[in-house]
């Protein structure tokens, strides 16, 4: 099955920096990856997603990078604010698989 | 539309009993996932189930066990109830889970004494 890591485990940034979370996965039949924030109390929410016939999307501030040949992902987010402090999961599904894997999660710190 | 509903939000439960979780997915989903949230543990699945079929199961015991009713929304029950189980224990729902996004309810905080 497949199975999805995540790095770091903890991001500690400044605001107004960049933070990077990376993710490799090991099904080469993996097709979609979301991206998923969960503030302290709440459900994760999805921020963002790709599929494997994109390279890169963005959504404002955050972005997201896939390299299929490599099997890895990557969530970038730019300009970070406080309210960015949260909880980050990656996940990898194939289309013939019913549910995602999760990676362990980042938690992301943004210093004011 | 609405989002993906738990009830109840928080539980207070002793060691040996039984607990029944309640997920109304969100209009026009018909899969629904259950999934354990422990800090050491990250997201582990349950089970998924998908027009009152169970299509899929994780690797939990068998005193987990869900159902889903004819309108999707979906319940899970743990019997026997160990100090291990205390977890956030959140509900996903989907289209048709096929490789679609999953969107997450608030969860239900179990806590076992």
């Known amino acids: 099955g497949e199975n999805v890591e995540q790095h770091p485990s903890t991001l500690s940034v400044q605001e107004g920096d960049s933070a990077v979370i990376k993710c490799t996965y090991s099904d080469s039949a993996s097709n979609y990856f979301p991206w998923y924030k969960q503030e302290l109390g709440k459900g994760p929410q999805l921020i963002i997603d790709?599929?494997?016939?994109?390279g890169e999307k963005k959504d404002q501030r955050i972005a997201v990078t896939l390299n299929k040949t490599a099997k890895h992902f990557s969530l970038h987010i730019t300009e970070t604010q406080p309210e960015d402090s949260a909880v980050y999961f990656c996940a990898g599904q194939s289309g013939g698989s019913y549910i995602p894997t999760f990676g362990r999660g980042t938690s992301l710190i943004v210093h004011p | 539309k609405a989002g993906v509903t738990q009830t109840p939000r928080y539980l207070i439960k002793t060691r040996g009993q039984q607990v029944t979780l309640s997920c109304s997915p969100i209009s026009g989903h018909r899969s629904v996932s259950w999934y354990q949230q422990t800090p050491g543990q990250g997201l582990q699945f349950l089970f998924e189930?998908?027009?009152?079929?169970?299509?899929n199961k994780g690797n939990f015991p068998g005193r987990f066990s869900g159902r889903q009713f004819s309108n999707s929304r979906s319940e899970m029950n743990v019997s026997t109830l160990e100090l291990g189980d205390s977890a956030l224990y959140l509900c996903?729902?989907?289209?048709?889970?096929?490789?679609?996004?999953?969107?997450f309810g608030p969860g239900t905080r179990l806590l076992v004494l």
């Open positions: 189930y998908f027009s009152e079929t169970q299509r």
């Open positions: 996903a729902s989907s289209l048709r889970g096929d490789g679609e996004t999953q969107y």
């Open positions: 790709i599929r494997s016939n994109v």
